[in-house]
Structure formats: C-alpha cells, structure tokens
C-alpha cells in the first residue's frame, strides 16, 4: 500500500515548486509552458493521481481533496502571475511608447482670406441678412454712370474732386470717354435700371461691394481700394430709417452699441447729404490720437437719394424716396482690426496676412 | 479755407468761446478741420519805450538802445533797423522768447555789446511777409504790456472745409449769417464809408457782348493812387487767412474778397489802350496770364479785352502786364458776375485755379458786386489816396438769380426727413435769408441770390434739417423686405482651404509686365494718366501681380509662399471691352519645411495641380489638364490648359526660367489661372447606396515608353477593365536601377466592385488580363518581370 502521507508531501512540494517557477517565469510563453507542465494532461499533478489507485479505499477520497486543493491553488497562482506578467508587459509597453508631446504639431498649412476680403463679407453679410441684395457692377464705367447719371455734371466741382483715372482709346458707342469707376455709386443707376426693366417696382434695397479707383497715391490713399454701396428705395423712405440702418448696421459690425453722429454734407447724389462719424472706438468718445481729440470717427458719407438720380432711371420722385451710403471698406476694417497703415493691405506681406487674415 | 476769429466777430456778436463756435458750424455743415491758434507764438514781446539811442561803436550800421518795458531797470539792446528813435515804441523780445519764425531770444553780445532781447518786425513777428524796419506801434500802447495782447494778434482761426455746393459761404459774413440765424443774433450791417464820387473822371467805357456768361459787369475809374504796403493788421489777416500779402492794392482786393466773397480785380489804368470789352474768345487769342503762362485760347472761353489784347480770363485771372504793381497811378476796378459753368470749364481746360474762379465757380451773390466795389474803393482811397469815379453797369444786378421759389408741403418734408419741423424753425431760415410763408400744410419759399444750391424740396429739407440738427432725426429701422437668400460666390474661400493666402494686388501693372504673359498690346486698356509706368496698363493676368507679391515675400525670408488672388481681368474686344473674373495661384519655394517628422521638399507642379484639382472637385467640377508647350511666358513640358468639359477654363505651369531669373526667384514657380465667368455650373451631390459587398484591389506593374502619358494609360485602363471597375490610378513610378533606358516602371491599382455579389478571382483575373492586353495592344507595355 503507498503511504498517503508520502503523496500529501509529495503534493506540497509540487505547489511549492511550481509557486517559485511561476514567480520566476519572466513572460507568458514561459508561464504557459509552466501551466502544460504542472496541469497540462502530463503534468506532475496527473502523475501523482496516477498513484491514487494504489491507495486504500478510505485514503483515496482524503488525496482527491488535496489534490483538488493544490490545483486549485496553482491555477489561482498561475492566473495571479499572468495578472503581473500582463501589468508588467503593458507599463514597458506605455514607457516604449512614451513621446516627447512637447513636440510640435504637424503643421496644416492653414490659407487665411484677406482682411479686405474678411471686411467685404462681414459688412456684406449685415446687409444681406436685413434683407438687401447685392449686386456687382463693371469696374470700367463710362461718365454717364460714374457722374452724369448721379447729378454731377461735367462742369460741378465735384466732378474735379473725384481724381479720375481715364482710358485710352476707349469710348462708348455714343463715343463718352469711358472711365474707371472712382466710387461704387454707379452700381445705384445700373442696379435700378435693371430692376426696372425686369418689371420691379420698388421696394428695392441693395447692397454693392466692389473695387473703385482714384487717381491719388500717398500715405493714406490708394489708387485701388473696395468700397461698399448701400441703398433703399421705396414709399415713405426717411432719414430717420437711414439712421436707423447705419446704426445697425455700424454697432453690428464694430461688434459694440456704437453712437452716431450726422453731418450736414454735400454729395451731388444725395438731398440732404451727412458725413456720419462714429464715436471713437478706440478712447470711447474720449477723445485720442485716432479722433484727433474730438472723440468722433468719420467713416462714411451719405444721405437720401437725390430726386435727379431717381429721375435719371425713370422712378417718381414724388412717389418713391430712398437713402444711400457708400462706406470705405479699408477704412472700416482699420478701424475695427486696429490696422496703422492702409499700404499694408496691398502690400500682401504674408506675415501680415496670416496675422489678419482669418485662417481657414 | 481759413477764417480768424476776429473777422467772425465783425460780422456777429458771438460770446462763445472758439470750440463752441466750431461745433456750432460743424453741425450746420461746414466741415472745421482745425481750429488754430497760428500766432500763439509771440508770447514774450513786450510794448518797449525807446528811452536812449547811440551808435554802436565798433559798427556802422547798429545801434545801441536802452529800451524801456515797465521793469525797474531799462534794457541795452544792440538793434540793426534804422527806423527808429529816441520815443519810439516797438515790440522787445525778451530773453527766452520764441519768434514765429523759430529764433530764441537769448542773452548775448554783439560785437562786444551786451545785448538783452531784441527790436522786431513785423516779419519777424509773423505779421507780414517782410519788412523794411522795426514795427512803430502807435504812441497810445502801454509800456510793458505784451504786444500780442495789445494788438489783439492770439485768436483763434478756423480751417474749414466748405463744400462746393455752398459758395456763399466762402467768405466771414456767409459763415456769419449761418451762426446768426442759428444762434438768434443780428448780423451786422456791411462797413460802408461813403465814397465821394470825382465827377471830373470819366466812367470806363465797358461792351458786354456775352450777356449769359457775364450778365453784370462794373468798373470804375480810381486816379492818383500811391501804391504802398498794405497795414500790418490787414497782411496779418490776409497772413492768417493762408494768402500772401502782394501790394497795397491787390491786398485790399483780396481781403474783401475773404470778407464779403466778392472777387475782384484791378487794372492799371495806363497799360491799357481803348475800352474795355467782354466777349468770347474766337480761338487762338494770346494770353500772358498773371502767373506766368503763356496761353493759347479756345473758342468760347470769357475774356476781358482792351483795344488791344486780353487783359482777363474772365473771373480766373488777370494778364502780366495789365497788373497792378508797386508804380501804379491810375486803375480801373472790375467786380462782376461771371456764370459758374463759363468759370468752371474754362479752369479745368487750362487747370489754372484761383481764389476768384472757386468762388465764381461756386456762385457769388449778385447783389454783393457793387457793394464790394463801393468798399474795396473807399478802403483804397483811404489807405493810397486819389480819387474814384463813377461806375460803369453793365447788366442789372436785380435780374439775377433772383425770384426763385420752392413750393412744396411741410408733410412731404416731414415724410422724407422722419421729424417734426416745428414752425418756430422758420424763423431760422428766415434769418438765413429765405422768404418763407407757410399756409397749413403749405409752404412756399423764396430763395435769396447767393443760394445757388437751394432749388427743389429736398433742399429745403436739407436747411431745416440743419437748423433742427441732424441729431434730433430718430433712428428708426425700415420694415425689412424678405427676399430670397441670395447664392453667394465662394471661389476664393474655397481657394484658401488648401494653405494658400488670398492677396489683393493692384489691376493696374506696367507694359512690360504684361507682355511676360500675354502678347500682343492690341488688347491691352491703358490709363490716360497712370500714376506710374508701374501702374500704366489694366492687367490681362492676376499672374505677373502674384509674381510680384511672391517676390515682396522671398525677399522677407519666407521659404516658400502660396498665394491665390480672385480678381478682374481686362481687355478690349471688337465690341468695345470686357473685364472677365479670374482666380489664380502661385506656389513657390518649400510646400514642406524642415521638421522633426518630414524632410523640407519644394513645391512642384502637382502641388499646385492637387490644389486646383481640390477647389474644382468643392464646385462639383472635374478638369482635364492637357499639355500646351505653347502658353506664353510658362515653361514646355511643365505647362498646361486646363478643360472643363470642353471649355478652356485655365492655364496652370511652371514660369518660364528667364522670368523667374529677372525676378532673383530660384526656386521654380508656379502659377494657374481658372476663367470664374466660364465655368459651367458643377454638378450636385447625388444619393447611391453605399456597396454591401466588398471590393477587390489589384495591382500590376508595367514598364512603359519614357513619355506615355499617364492620363491616357488610365483612360485606357478604365475602358478595357470592363464594368466592375470603379476606381484605377497611379499608385508606383520609378526610373532608374532595374528599369531599361528609356522605360518607366508604373504600377497601377484598380478596384472592382459588384454591387449584388461578393467578387470572384475569376472576377479579378478576367480584368486584369484584360488590362495587360490593352497595354500590350496600345502601348506595346508589359508587365514588369
Ligand atoms: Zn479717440
């Protein structure tokens, strides 16, 4: 007869061993081959069962519980080193992966819209959502257009104070020189007719973006640069509405409730005319550099339709009246983006047009 | 246009101080761009009394004084002039003054003297323009009081801006009559002396043949003048109002002018020969005008002849030799009325401006012609002597400008302005000078003689408007129309997706940078007065702009630029002209700097063509890139147009060396161009069903002939792979070790796919073998071994 207590040793010594190959083992694959070697159908716990049958009858049941219990005591201790193995393999994973996140980003190249562009949008967009459609006109515009049609005959100073540049060689067919348009009013004229010959009736309200020339170059003129046209024609059209839409128009854009202020003015095209100043947004209406000290901006020029430029499309004066205002786009987004020098928008130093332009 | 203070004040009691008084003519309308205070400088001069004069004793020619200025002890002061003496008072600059002209007074010696301040002038106090001695101040001034108090010199000037519409003001009382009404007060009566008139003197005899253009003309006869400076206070006025002081005569002229607004102009009497006539030029007639010039005129301008020449452009300038100067005895006066389009046309064709034909320009008040000629003659008499005659009238002042009248409703007026117009406010006008008479509703206006401005409703509203104040106009938003949203143009906000910056060049570029990419002048607009040869024509390509922005750039140490500009391009046609809308590219220099995960590479042209392709495929559009070695100014075999559908919508390529070299651009550089008004409308997303089975890729490799195009290799893999076949590219190409001469290794990957079953490997060997047959038969290509 074997003696059981030889076995129950024998059992211990097994645990005990196979407890410090486990805790030896260094990865999974020799962990795996401990598991074949100590469990598997081979393993040394089998070959003790194997001398199971030559116990008696009344020990046998004694060694199966033990036998059990020191299986069950290498599968837990087996799992708990996986546990370990595993916790182990992933923090010298997580170290092996570590990056340097200081590191910069991968650069995308981001485009940026010019700030004149930014401008035309946003101060486009104000206008367009009140309900104005905007239209475009040519830039080389003949003098009925750019004057005649607006009430500045050939002879009125104010013609002289448009700086034209004219073309050459170019005329139209009732042989008028033809110009490079010096304000986005003409669009007015062209935008009427059109809607005229559509069969519209006023209400009409529009909105002009475009490019205009004058024939000036220094420090704060351009030969080229954007100016917007607004106007509205329909029964009852007041100055007060024309207020009320710079208003608008000026706090939405300049993002803060701006004040106004009205001039007496005068533009051949508009009766009566305002110069319309804005309280400085820089010193707040305290008066500064910017403001000269007075605590107002000028910013545009307006006023209500001119009963002649009505006339010159074919619109009863009597009937219908409008407001309109031209605004310097330039100007307007040196005011709000803070911009010293109106050469640097043509000068297209990317540096200054990544800074300013709004990246895409 | 600059107005002292002072000669405000003549015309109006205004107590308030200068600020308020700019404030009240901004708000009325006249644009004040500063208020200057030009003389606040004379601060330190003092009244002296001359109490002792000897001469210097080692110089001829100075003086030595003690001066008297109120101290305790009298002051030696070394003095050059010689128009002093023992009992004159003059102006002393004390030690540590600054002079108008920027000299600072210090202690000093002068040729061995002590010398404690300094005698003026009144040049150099900024008086006159120059001066012969010490200004004598009148025996009444008070010994040290400040000569600048004493004279009244520190006041404040207005700059103003006064708009072309409002000619009556050009001039102190206009702006005058303007504060009065708005502020309630009396406007002064005009200073007339009387003026005796010499019945010993003839009348200058006066023709007027142009009656429109010159509806009223006056002169008179003044003999025996002296001609002489004009008074300090008068150059100090005409000083601070921005004119130059000439000669007596011409000075007095000038500040009635400024005063009243009434130009004038005198003749010496003894440079002309006969009668005086006005007339239109007939053409060719000489003219030395006054500043100089020697002109040839045209038909239809207004001149003033003598028996023998023109004397005047009429109401622009007088002729050299008719003038009045330092010897004259005897002159003619002329104050007349010369219609504003005759002034106006005839200044522009000869660009001669002057003081008088912006206020004939502007529109003078008929009935201020005899009135200035009484004054200027009773100011000349007084001032140089001799005697005035009668005046000569041609034309009747009454019959000007004169019984107009606006009728209209104070409801329409109301309606257009969106106030109350309150009847107190007529007495405003009233006082401006209008003849108002409301009845109810209605209204009915007459408009004086110098408001060349006010003819219809509107500017009637305008005047009410102004007086009420444009700040009690509400503001009130209009009832919003809703129209349909309006599709907006995206082209360049697409275009900047990629990393490109949008630039704004100008449309305007020289000859020569127009012929780098476009040939043949025939088409080119050119300016009649460029600023520049730089900025001569209107450019038929955004690309030499571009150019120009890429280089601005390089030179600032940018490695690489990207650039892309929507814009206008234009050119003469046989119709007349056109200006198209253009977008376009530049990329050169690194597309990839140096960093910690790529290698720095230099943009080629598939960068640019990647971007093109990339803002096409945002408008629903698809181009077909085909080689063109003929577009001027890009360089063979890197250079294409580019088809959309079967438009030529663009031009994309590498910019020939030589440009490039002349610009100092290494690096090579790219450009494209698209035509925005030619592209056809892109096609809109539409729905498919995404495929429930799966695809299969395959990739074979061929070596082809060194120049087949890769574009025709696809087409030809597209057609023969038969349709399953949904996608085919270039995923391999390479030259070099293991490729013979002359050959390129391409791989080629296509995917097919079957929308109603999982493919087979039959599928995928029966398309492949067609497609190495087709590049057999077509490209005689086999597949790489
Ligand atoms: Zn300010």
Not at chain 1, 177 to 205: D, N, Y
Not at chain 2, 104 to 122: A, D, H, L, Q
């Amino acid at each position: 007869m074997a003696d059981i207590d030889a076995m129950i040793e024998q059992l211990d010594v097994i645990l005990k061993a196979a407890v410090d190959a486990f805790a030896a083992a260094g990865d999974r694959e020799a962990l795996q081959q401990l598991r074949v070697r100590y469990l598997g159908k081979k393993g040394a716990l089998t070959e003790v069962l194997k001398g199971v049958g030559k116990l008696s009858p009344e020990d046998r049941p004694v060694i199966g519980q033990h036998v059990n219990r020191t299986k069950a005591a290498l599968a837990e201790s087996l799992e708990q080193r996986e546990i370990e193995l595993a916790e182990k393999a992933k923090t010298a994973r997580i170290e092996a992966e570590k990056a340097d996140i200081t590191l910069p980003g991968r650069k995308k190249t981001g485009g940026a819209l010019h700030p004149v562009q930014l401008g035309l949008d946003e101060i486009t967009a104000v206008f367009a959502q009140m309900g104005f459609v905007v239209a475009e006109g040519p830039e080389i515009e003949d003098e009925f257009h750019n004057f005649d049609a607006l009430n500045i005959p050939p002879e009125h100073p104010a013609r002289a104070m448009h700086d034209t540049f004219f073309l050459k060689d170019l005329q139209t067919n009732d042989e008028q020189p033809m110009l490079l348009r010096t304000h986005t009013s003409p669009v007015q004229i062209r935008a009427m007719k059109r809607f005229l010959a559509e069969g519209g009736e006023p209400p009409l309200a529009v909105v002009a973006p475009g490019r205009v020339y004058r024939c000036d170059y220094d420090v704060t003129h351009s030969p080229m640069f954007h100016q917007v046209e607004v106007f509205k024609v329909d029964r009852k059209v007041s100055m007060a509405h024309l207020k009320g839409v710079l208003k608008h128009f000026l706090s939405t854009y300049f993002e803060k409730d701006v004040a106004i202020r009205l001039r007496p003015h005068y533009f051949p095209f508009t009766e009566p005319s305002a110069e319309v100043d804005i309280g400085c947004v820089f010193c707040a209406g305290k008066g500064c550099r910017i403001c000269k000290g007075s605590g107002w901006i000028e910013v545009l020029g307006s006023g209500m339709i001119h009963p002649n430029v009505l006339k010159s499309v074919g619109i009863d004066a009597q009937e219908f009246s409008g407001f309109a205002f031209g605004l310097g786009v330039e100007r307007l987004v040196m005011l709000k983006q803070g911009i010293p020098d109106l050469r640097l928008f043509f000068e297209n130093d990317v540096r200054f047009l990544r800074r300013m332009g709004a990246s895409r | 246009m600059k107005i002292p203070f002072s000669c405000l004040k003549k015309h109006v009691a205004l107590a308030e101080t200068p600020t308020e008084i700019a404030n009240h003519l901004v708000r009325l309308g006249h644009e004040v761009e500063a208020v200057e205070l030009p003389r606040a400088a004379v601060k330190g001069v003092r009244v002296g009394l001359i109490e002792s004069k000897i001469p210097h004793p080692d110089a001829d020619k100075l003086s030595l004084l003690t001066v008297n200025i109120g101290e305790n002890e009298p002051l030696a002061i070394v003095c050059g002039a010689m128009n002093m003496g023992e009992g004159d008072k003059v102006p002393v600059a004390t030690i540590g003054t600054s002079l108008p002209n920027g000299m600072k007074i210090k202690k000093g010696k002068i040729r061995g003297e002590v010398s404690c301040g300094m005698c003026c002038s009144e040049a150099e106090l900024g008086l006159a323009e120059d001066a012969a001695g010490l200004l004598i101040l009148p025996a009444d001034a008070p010994v040290g009081a400040e000569v600048g108090e004493f004279l009244e010199l520190e006041e404040a000037v207005f700059d103003l801006s006064i708009t072309p519409n409002r000619g009556d003001c050009m001039n102190v009382r206009g702006l005058a009559r303007d504060l009065a009404a708005d502020a309630g007060l009396a406007l002064a009566d005009i200073d007339l002396a009387e003026v005796t008139v010499d019945a010993t003197l003839a009348a200058p005899k006066v023709t007027v043949s142009a009656e429109q253009d010159c509806p009223l003309y006056m002169a008179r006869s003044i003999a025996g003048v002296t001609v002489s400076d004009s008074p300090a206070w008068m150059q100090a006025g005409l000083i601070m109002a921005g004119m130059r002081p000439v000669n007596g005569i011409v000075d007095v002229l000038n500040f009635i002018m400024l005063d009243l607004g009434q130009p004038m102009h005198a003749f010496d009497a003894d440079k002309l020969s006969g009668d005086i006539s006005i007339r239109s030029a007939l053409g060719g007639e000489n003219f030395a005008a006054l500043d100089g010039r020697e002109l040839t005129l045209n038909a239809g301008d207004l001149l003033v002849f003598d028996d023998s020449s023109v004397i005047a452009l009429a109401g622009i300038m007088g002729s050299q030799p008719s003038g009045v100067s330092d010897g004259t005895i005897n002159i003619i006066l002329e104050s007349a009325f010369f219609r504003q389009a005759r002034v106006s046309e005839t200044r522009r064709i000869y660009a001669m401006v002057s003081e008088a034909s912006m206020r004939f320009e502007r529109g003078v008040d008929p009935l201020m012609v005899e009135i200035a000629m009484q004054r200027a003659t009773a100011m000349i008499t007084n001032l140089f002597g001799g005697s005035a005659g009668a005046i000569t009238v041609c034309g009747e002042p009454g019959n000007i400008n004169s019984g107009r009248q606006v009728r209209c409703s104070v409801s329409h007026l109301e309606s257009r302005l969106g106030i109350d117009i309150p009847e107190a406010m007529d007495d405003v006008l009233a006082r401006m000078g209008f003849g108002i008479s409301r009845k109810g509703d209605d209204l009915q206006i007459d408009v004086p003689s110098f408001r060349h401005d006010v003819s219809i409703p509107e500017d009637i509203s305008e005047e009410y408007a102004r007086v009420i104040g444009f700040d009690a106009i509400p503001e009130l938003l209009p009832p919003l129309a809703t129209t349909a949203p309006v599709q907006k143009d995206t082209a360049i906000h697409d275009a900047v997706t990629g990393g490109f910056l949008q630039v704004v060049s100008y449309a305007f570029i020289s000859t020569s940078e127009q012929r780098l990419f476009v040939a043949g002048d025939g088409a080119d607009i050119e300016l009649a007065n460029p600023i520049s040869d730089a900025m001569r024509v209107m450019r038929r390509s955004v690309w030499p702009g571009l150019l120009n922005t890429a280089k601005h750039n390089l030179n600032r140490q940018q490695a690489g630029v990207a650039l892309v500009e929507q814009g206008r391009v234009y050119q003469k046609t046989e119709a007349g002209h056109e200006e198209n809308n253009v977008i376009a590219w530049l990329m050169t220099g690194e597309a990839q700097t140096d960093e910690w995960f790529a290698a720095v590479r230099q943009a080629d042209f598939f960068d640019l063509k990647g971007a093109v392709e990339a803002w096409l495929a945002l408008r629903g559009l698809t181009g077909r890139f085909i080689a063109d070695d003929a577009i001027q100014g890009l360089q063979a075999g890197q250079s294409a147009k580019i088809l959309i559908g079967r438009v030529e919508a663009g031009r994309i390529g590498r910019v020939d060396g030589d440009i490039a070299a002349a610009l100092d651009m290494d690096a090579p550089v790219f450009v494209a161009e698209i035509d925005l008004d030619a592209l056809p409308e892109g096609k809109k997303a539409k729905f498919a069903p995404l495929p429930e089975f799966p695809g299969v890729e395959r990739d074979l490799v061929f070596l082809f002939d060194k120049d087949t195009s890769s574009d025709a290799i696809l087409n030809a893999v597209k057609s023969a792979a038969g349709k399953l076949l949904t996608d085919a590219r270039v995923f391999d190409l390479y030259a070099g070790k293991g490729v013979p001469e002359g050959k390129i290794s391409l791989g080629i990957r296509f995917t097919l796919q079957d929308a109603k079953r999982t493919l087979t490997q039959e599928d995928s060997d029966t398309a492949s073998n067609a497609i190495i047959g087709a590049m057999e038969k077509r490209f005689a290509a086999g597949l790489r071994g």
